[in-house]
C-alpha cells in the first residue's frame, strides 16, 4: 500500500512540477533594451504640429531633458522646470523607442507619449500629449497636441566611449 501511495505522489510531482518551472520563468525588462545613448542631458527644441487647443499647448519650446535609468526605472527630469517623472517603455524597435507617462488626478488624465529616434549625439522624433478632462466621472473634454522634437546631447557617455572606441 506505501509503494502504491509513494509511486501516486511521485507521479503527481512529475505532473505539477513542469507547471510550476513554467510559471517561474521571467523576462527581461524592456528597459534593459533601451539603446544606452539615450542617456545623458539633452537640449530639446518642440515645435506644434497638431494641436485641438491651441491656446493650451505652446507653439514651440526649448528645454533641457535628463534620461536616467536606475534598475528598471527610467527618469525623465527637466533642471528648468524642476519636473520629474517615472517612465515606461511601450516598445523598441532598434534605435526608436517608444516611451510613456501617465498622470491622474480628480478630473484630469494625461498621457504623454514620446517616440524617439537616436542617431550619434542626436534624437527626433514625435512627443504626443492628450489631457483628458472628466467632469462626474464623465469625459467632457479632450486636448490633443503633437510636436516634432530634436534633441541634441549635451552630457553624459559620449558615443564612441559607449561603444568602446
Do not use: H
Amino acid at each position: 500500500m506505501k509503494k502504491i501511495l509513494l509511486s501516486l505522489i511521485s507521479a503527481a510531482c512529475m505532473l505539477i512540477l513542469p507547471v510550476y518551472a513554467q510559471v517561474i520563468e521571467g523576462t527581461v525588462a524592456m528597459t534593459d533594451k533601451v539603446p544606452t545613448e539615450f542617456f545623458g542631458d539633452w537640449k530639446v527644441t518642440s515645435v506644434c504640429i497638431k494641436s485641438t487647443n491651441k491656446e493650451l499647448f505652446d507653439n514651440s519650446s526649448v528645454d533641457l531633458w535628463t534620461l536616467k535609468r536606475q534598475g528598471d526605472i527610467i527618469t525623465l527630469m527637466n533642471p528648468l522646470s524642476g519636473a520629474r517623472a517615472e517612465i515606461s517603455v511601450s516598445e523598441i524597435k532598434g534605435k526608436t523607442v517608444k516611451f510613456e507617462k501617465k498622470s491622474y488626478y480628480p478630473d484630469e488624465e494625461s498621457t504623454e507619449t514620446p517616440i524617439l529616434t537616436i542617431q550619434g549625439d542626436n534624437f527626433t522624433g514625435v512627443d504626443r500629449i492628450s489631457i483628458k478632462t472628466f467632469k462626474e466621472g464623465k469625459l467632457i473634454k479632450e486636448d490633443y497636441v503633437e510636436y516634432q522634437v530634436r534633441g541634441t546631447k549635451i552630457s553624459g557617455a559620449p558615443i564612441s566611449g559607449i561603444l568602446g572606441l
